[in-house]
């Protein structure tokens, strides 16, 4: 089994939520969150903004964590074919400066500020409605059993 621990900034404005388009090695594209693995020794709290900054181009300050929401992807829908456990730490993030770009080099393009009511119509990665469904969810409550990932792409 593997194991990711990953951070994610849910960035909302005007009825907005910042995304971006995830390009994997293989596959279609979706849309995400911009956020990502922590690394080695790395806190999740450091982790977040150094994401949103070198995915978006943004800086921004946290203004408080979401939730944390951990699955298991089977071995069958895993991209390594073996079982893995994703733990993502959602917090709501406030941009508070820089200029929009895509990941230089990287796997993430066309950071988008999106109309919130437009999203379920987007190809996207399963964290966008975690994400959403944390930020409606004032306190975080604990596991988001509600949210659906059928037909979802992982990321």
């Given amino acids: 089994m593997s194991f990711r621990l990953a951070a994610y900034a849910v960035c909302i404005e005007d009825g907005q939520v910042l995304l971006a388009r ?7 594209t979706n849309w995400t969150l911009p956020g990502g693995k922590v690394e080695h020794t790395e806190d999740p709290f450091d982790a977040v903004t150094r994401e949103l900054a070198e995915e978006t181009g943004y800086h921004g300050t946290i203004e408080r964590l979401l939730g ?3 699955r298991v992807i089977s071995a069958a829908a895993s991209h390594s074919g073996a079982e893995h456990q994703n733990v993502g730490i959602f917090y709501r993030v406030r941009v508070t400066g820089g200029q929009l770009r895509p990941e ?3 796997a993430t393009t066309e950071p988008t500020w999106t109309p919130i009511p437009d999203v379920d119509r987007l190809r996207r990665s399963s964290l966008v ?3 959403l ?7 975080a ?3 988001v059993a ?4 059928g037909g979802l792409v992982q990321h």
């Fill in 22 to 28: 995830y390009i994997p090695a293989s596959g279609e």
């Fill in 68 to 70: 944390v929401d951990s």
């Fill in 104 to 106: 230089p080099n990287g």
């Fill in 129 to 131: 409605d975690i994400g």
């Fill in 133 to 139: 469904a944390l930020a409606r969810t004032l306190p």
């Fill in 141 to 143: 409550t604990g596991h």
């Fill in 146 to 149: 509600a949210v659906p990932v």
